[in-house]
């Protein structure tokens, strides 16, 4: 029980825990998504528009690896935790060594998988013929590094569950200082193009990757053996039921991603626009939406530790304390993202090199529409994550897929039917609309259970 009494995750005052661990999280993540951003700007200003839609083409693949990162980043963090909290110390490290072996497996299986079938995913995934062969040296290269960037996403999350959010965020950071010094090295001096960014883009994830493998040999709270990284059943399986709902999330993220570069190329060679506009401004459009949401995730992934130490420790009002401050700071930063997107996309855009009017205007029709409902997109992951970590996955993975597979998916593939291009602009805040209502009432339920439960301890 003095361990219970002591952990500051059960005891600090919630305002500060959720800057200790959602700050660094947020910055990791800003970060991260910052190798895309960084290689789209510099690409952008070299190879041009053909350069940005072979990275947009590229982009499912660093999605997969974000999916299977979190599925055992998250899934692992979540158990560790429950299990201090519950002071059940020998699970609680057998969790944690079976995230980090499924993170190594599966980037392994993952890189090997790509590089076989290459050119078949690169044109499934929307490029054109203009487009292949960028995308096919952009993504031979960075598939290199798939082992790595997986290890050093979801090893973050183990990192904050073991109490050390600032060196979660600097192994991120290191990695993507090297990559935007090399970047420009790479491209401009030593004339690689595309080439020259996707080796930037792999060097920074291996040095952040080796940095988190050497954490894993000095954890803090508990030490983890060698053999705890060899596949098991009883580790693995209670992982990937809480680590499943941010996979299904990011799953379903790259699902739309494909379809969507499909019904772009499709609907935008029968519009006046033609296929690659559409293409590359979606591109660079999705890669902007991802800094704002890295933010939020970064939110969600930093309430993690707390909510589920509270949860297993039965702590519930602190549990309802935390999500509320955590929703409270994703809508003000996504308003604020709101703002931004509809009174500015042609001067962001415009960062990412030059084009056309027609260019431009399709930019700014899409970002405005596509976007509109970003004021209430914070809503969604957390309250997905809340479900995770309190150990209710089968609801945390409902909510994960109802934006984008239930919802967006379905209006990604029959609204442009009827209004053609313009309908793939429309389906996104449709989507997000009903699914930021369908989390509100979620989340009310669950919170009015809690508080029967607590009434009868």
Same mark, same amino acid.
């Given at each position: 029980?003095?361990?219970? $009494? !002591? ?43 053909? *350069? ?152 920074? $994830? ?53 379809? /969507? !570069? ?47 130490? !509270? ?35 042609? $001067? ?22 596509? /976007?509109?409902?970003?004021?209430? !997109? ?15 996955? *089968? ?37 997000? *609309? ?16 809690? *508080? ?6």
């Amino acid at each position: 029980m003095g361990e219970k $009494q !002591n952990n500051p995750l059960g005891t600090e005052a919630i305002g500060s825990l959720l800057a200790r661990f959602a700050v660094p999280s947020i910055i990791a993540m800003l970060v991260s998504s910052l190798y895309n951003i960084v290689d789209q700007f510099f690409i952008g200003r070299s190879v041009g528009m053909l *350069g940005n839609a072979a990275t947009n083409v590229a982009f499912p693949l660093s999605i997969t690896c974000t999916a299977l990162a979190l599925l055992c980043g998250i899934g692992g963090a979540a158990n560790f935790n429950l299990s201090m909290g519950r002071n059940e110390k020998e699970k609680a490290v057998k969790f944690a060594g079976g995230a980090i072996g499924m993170m190594l497996t599966l980037g392994i299986l993952l890189c090997i998988l790509v590089r076989i079938f290459l050119e078949p995913m690169m044109r499934a995934f929307g490029a054109t013929d203009q487009i292949l062969d960028y995308a096919l040296t952009y993504t031979g290269i960075t598939s290199l590094g798939f082992p790595f960037l997986i290890v050093t996403t979801g090893g973050s999350n183990l990192i904050r569950a073991d109490g050390s959010p600032k060196f979660s965020m600097i192994c991120t950071l290191t990695g993507a200082i090297i990559n935007t010094i090399l970047d420009p090295l790479f491209i401009f001096v030593l004339d690689m193009g595309m080439a020259g960014a996707a080796w930037a883009t792999i060097i920074g $994830q291996i040095v952040s990757g080796i940095m988190v493998l050497i954490y894993f040999s000095r954890f803090k709270t508990v030490h983890i053996p060698l053999k705890t990284l060899i596949p098991s059943k009883s580790a693995w399986i209670p992982v990937i039921s809480l680590g499943v709902a941010p996979f299904c999330n990011q799953l379903a993220m790259m699902i739309v991603q494909i379809v /969507m !570069n499909n019904t772009l190329t499709h609907y935008g060679g029968q519009s006046s626009y033609g296929s690659d506009i559409p293409l590359a401004c979606a591109g660079i459009i999705s890669k902007v939406g991802m800094i704002f949401f890295a933010i939020v995730i970064g939110i969600s992934q930093g309430i993690q530790p707390i909510i589920s130490y !509270n949860y297993g420790a039965g702590n519930y009002e602190r549990v309802k304390q935390t999500y509320k401050k955590a929703v409270t700071a994703a809508l003000g930063i996504s308003m604020v993202a709101f703002l931004l997107f509809q009174l500015a996309p042609r $001067q962001i855009i415009g960062i990412f090199g030059s084009g056309s009017e027609e260019y431009f205007l399709f930019a700014e029709k899409f970002f405005r529409i596509y /976007m509109f409902f970003t004021f209430i !997109n914070g809503i969604h992951p957390i309250t997905a994550n809340t479900f995770t970590s309190i150990g209710k996955a *089968g609801k945390g993975v409902f909510l994960s897929l109802t934006r984008q597979i239930i919802f967006l998916l379905p209006l990604l593939i029959i609204l442009p039917v009827f209004v053609g291009i313009e309908g793939v602009m429309f389906s996104a805040p449709v989507a997000d *609309g009903i699914a930021a209502l369908l989390c509100i009432f979620f989340i009310t339920k669950e919170f009015k259970h809690m *508080g029967t439960v607590a009434g009868t301890v």
